[in-house]
């Protein structure tokens, strides 16, 4: 008797998860169909339709089988095909990997690329209408709706699982596609012990798991039978990729994301059960995914940042996996901060609150400045000790930061701390010939550094000479080289405010100073680089300079910078009248109010400031906190069947957005399209307590980013009742002011008006 390939087709290995499993008590069993010659579980469908083609005799040796395919399927046809000697045309979305598609053509498959843009509704309508419009060239296999799909793990898929269990199967865990598998495996497995649970693994609206299929995604295949499934669980997009990384690291299993969302939803069921055996079918192997991101385990984030030292946006990869290391520019402590200088802190504290959203270890470093000409002459000003002038500034800082929310740094290094560090790097600058003395002062060569400019872009040709340096005080031999120690003053000597020197008694440049401090907590080059753009030159490209002519390394990976608070088209800084945080409080503004505006507009862009713009972030953070507050004061209602999707979409589409270099613009109207949709749930009776708490978690979990949410208790009713009486009243005398401020109020605290006309 002779043999052809497909006669291998079946018969595939069930082995043990050992490692993954989380319960003892369980037995976690793979159905590695990754093992059938065309490499997944789609060539026992692909060989089952053409048999059922042969037999019914719509499938003769003239006519090309055609079907809609996003891969897999695909292969198994083209397996089949080739030994039959059948043509074969797929359609597919142009958006299938690249390997499914070297495979294909390789078995002398033709394919037809449709919009990726469309999924497969778009090939499986192209697919439709070609056979619809040529049925004498076209046989369609159609294993959306072929009988023969399920068929084909009714008597083989089952049957094999149940022979090799030796009937002690309980759980079946298979992801949905075009749900043949489930279907077939339903039907059989229940004949044999109507007891087994069918579990279905479905992704979420949105999700990027190629080769599964949310049902409400695009046409629900007409052989899908919901009442098969026992249970139906939605899986996270990150769940089912590192599973699948997982499953090749710990248990030798190179599979595809079909497999490794089969197996997190296996595993979660384990730890749920006292004993049994549970069936988890793995259908393809990862050399089919090498082309998608799903390996590179580097990237464990898939986010992009804008780098300004490319002047693009690039995929963010930490020097060490899993670990993140930031520097920031700090206040100098010789004045209360500004508002350029708010905005600068919350957008870093933005950045590593998400990171740490994300699961990165984050080591946050921001310096503080408390040795330079402001803190100097502030100090002599002001009749005071350098330390004691600086320590009520520092002191005002943190104050200032705790009102805005932000998260405490690391470690807060004070320049008049770190001068011996400085000391030791401007000794290695000399000693290699980067810098030289002249006049008691130290001075970087930049002729030594040729990539001097490459930050900033400024052309040093076009540098107006004393425009950025100190002429009138300190010779240099090239006017464009910047100071490392400056040589102290008469009056700096008298407070013995210097440090004494090779060089004589000097004090460190503001340069130095960072250069030093961030690679002493950093190392000589880290992740990433935090400030506003008005100190990218010279400040920040006089840094780079210093730690790159030293160690070969950039100072930074990335360097991230936030834009300016523009009044009146002016950057409102220490230059303009000085607005404090307790000024803004006075007006009736809650830290909470000034860090929702300063975050609210993307950090590339410049933030606007004025009574209106700060009015508006209170309006729109009381329609987000009133709804936060009417889901934890819901008493009653009735569960919400899609509530896991709701959950999915509120936080995916907030990860969407921030994941594209942090555009919380579109992170913020992501959460507003879907406070709209639950305010309308909870005014219905939709949803019910339960669903209510599960969706605030999600809010809980975001705020540990954004910050700005209130989670407290909801109102007293004696002071709804109050608040609505004196709102009634202000109404009826036309204060119109005082009733709009007295409605915001209710409406923070979850109780929205509905005003009759007067």
Known sequence: MSYSILDAIGNTPLVEIRRLNPNPKVKILAKLEYMNPGGSIKDRTALYMIRAGEESGQLTPDKTVIEATSGNTGIGLALVCAVKGYKLLLAMSEAASVERRKILRARGAEILLTPGHMGTDGAIEEVYRLARENPDKYFMADQYNADANWQAHYYGTAAEIWEQTRGE?????????????????????????????????????????????????????????????????????????????????????????????????????????????????????????????????????????????????????????????????????????????????????????????????????????????????????????????????????????????????????????????????????ALRGLAYEKLRSLYFDISKFSEYGNLSGVDLEKIRIGATVDLDEYEKENPRDFTLFKRCKLSELKRGIYTPTQWGNVRPSWHIQCAAMSMKYLGASFDIHTSSRELVFPHHENETAIAKTLTGKPLAKYWLHCDRVLMDGKKLDETLPMITLDALSEAGYSGADIRYWLLSTHYRKPVRFSTERLDAAQHSLGRLRACILSLISLKEGTPYPELDQLRYDIRQGFINAMDDDLNISAALAALFRNVKKINKLVLSGEIDPAGAKQIVDVFRNIDTVLNIFDFGAPIPAPDTERLMAEREKARQEQDWKAADRLREELRAHGIEIRDPKI
């Open 169 to 429: 199967i309980t759980t079946l865990v298979a992801t949905m596609g075009t749900t043949g598998t489930l279907m077939g495996l339903s039907r059989r497995l229940k004949e044999y012990n109507p007891d087994i649970r069918i579990i279905g693994v479905e992704p979420y609206l949105g999700h990027k798991l190629q080769g599964l299929k949310n049902m409400k995604e695009a046409y629900e295949p007409g052989l899908f039978d919901r009442s098969r499934l026992d249970k139906k669980i939605n899986i996270e997009d990150e769940d089912g990729f590192e599973m699948t990384r997982q499953l090749a690291r710990e248990e030798g299993l190179f599979v595809g994301m079909s497999s490794g969302a089969a197996m997190a939803i296996a595993a979660r069921e384990a730890r749920n059960m006292d004993e049994g055996t549970i069936v988890a079918i793995f259908p393809d192997s990862g050399e089919r995914y090498l082309s998608t991101s799903l390996f590179t385990v580097q990237a464990k984030v898939f986010m992009k940042v804008f780098n300004t030292m490319s002047r693009k946006k690039e995929p963010f990869e930490p020097l060490v996996p899993g670990k993140v290391s930031v520097y920031s520019c700090g206040p100098t402590a010789h004045a209360r901060l500004h508002p350029g200088e708010w905005r600068r802190f919350v957008f870093a504290d933005l950045l590593c609150r998400y990171l740490e959203y994300r699961d990165y270890d984050v080591r946050h470093i921001m310096n503080i400045t408390d040795l330079d000409d402001k803190t100097i002459n502030g100090s002599e000003k002001a009749g005071m000790e350098l330390a004691a002038f600086t320590r009520q500034y520092i002191d005002a800082f943190h104050s200032d930061l705790k009102i805005l929310g932000v998260k405490p740094a690391d470690k807060y290094p004070k320049a008049s701390e770190h001068v011996d560090d400085m000391v030791a790097l401007a000794e290695k600058l």
